[in-house]
């Protein structure tokens, strides 16, 4: 299976960033893991990050050429207010989708708690840590094998 993880704003700044709401681990770290998640369940997992909301727009356009199965995403504040994103995920209909949150966004600023993403994916995921990730690579990988 051919998987792509996307991260939005800041989330380059891992391990910078409030520290006490994102942890400790950095970027790298999250790079080392999800990598070693694709190796482990032999699938190929590409990741693409960018602080831009058309470079992220354009990635998840690219996916529905490139035979990309499954989406990670992590809109990052994009999350709440990007109809834009919503509907590049909303136009790539025949692959699966997951918006993953390291923090828990239901119990932080009133704000954080809509994501006008998520209707445009199959599942979100929240609150998990850098795990969240994980998690939602186990979701797309569970449903390839339904």
């Known amino acids: 299976m051919k998987i792509l993880i996307i991260n939005g704003p800041n989330l380059n700044f891992l391990g910078i960033r409030e520290k006490e ?27 693409f990050q960018s602080n831009h909301e058309g470079a992220l727009i354009d990635r998840i356009q690219d996916a529905y ?13 994009y999350t709440h207010y990007s109809y834009a994103i919503h509907d590049a ?3 790539v209909n025949t692959i699966r989708k997951v918006e993953v949150h390291i923090s828990d966004i239901t119990s932080r600023e009133e704000f954080r708690k809509v994501s006008v993403t998520a209707p445009a994916c199959d ?19 569970n449903l390839e094998k339904k």
Do not use: H, W
Request: a negative charge; charged letters at 25%.
């Open 65 to 77: 050429f490139d035979g990309t199965e499954g989406i990670v995403i992590n809109p990052g504040a």
């Open 123 to 141: 599942r979100q995921i929240y609150g998990e840590g850098l795990e969240g990730y994980l998690s939602a690579i186990d979701f797309l990988l």
């Open 21 to 47: 709401i994102y942890g400790t681990k950095n970027y790298d770290d999250l790079l080392q893991m999800i990598a070693e998640k694709g190796e482990k369940e032999n699938c190929r997992i590409e990741v």
């Open 89 to 91: 995920l909303a136009s």
